[in-house]
């Protein structure tokens, strides 16, 4: 429950830096919110993303059709898997591989 409350919060902080109010998050935001709001760069440290992830590595983790954005739905489906997975930094790495 906990880590349902923090997706939530999460959501909000990420989706908050939707400037082009589009509905969707893309690589830029993504970029720019890890950069300048210290409390979603936190949260990610919290959910045990690795260190070196850049916002890029972040974004495709996020984006599960691929196509340059993320949406709300993708946002949750996609962090609730991350919350969800004790395997999740070696999963982290063979996606973002998978996708280069």
Not at 1 to 22: P, Y
Not at 34 to 50: K, T
Not at 80 to 89: H, L, T
Request: glycine share 6%; proline share 1%; hydrophobic share 40%.
């Amino acid at each position: 429950e906990m880590k349902l409350g923090m997706l939530e919060k999460l959501k909000e902080l990420v989706f908050a830096l939707d400037k082009d109010r589009s509905g969707a998050i893309s690589v830029d935001e993504i970029e720019q919110g890890l950069q300048d709001n210290e409390v979603i760069a936190e949260f990610f440290d919290r959910l045990n993303i690795p260190a070196d992830f850049t916002a890029h590595d972040v974004f495709r983790l996020l984006d599960r059709d691929g196509d340059g954005e993320i949406t709300e739905a993708e946002f949750v489906c996609s962090m609730y898997a991350m919350v969800n997975d004790n395997e999740f930094q070696g999963r982290c790495y063979e996606r973002v591989t998978l996708n280069s």
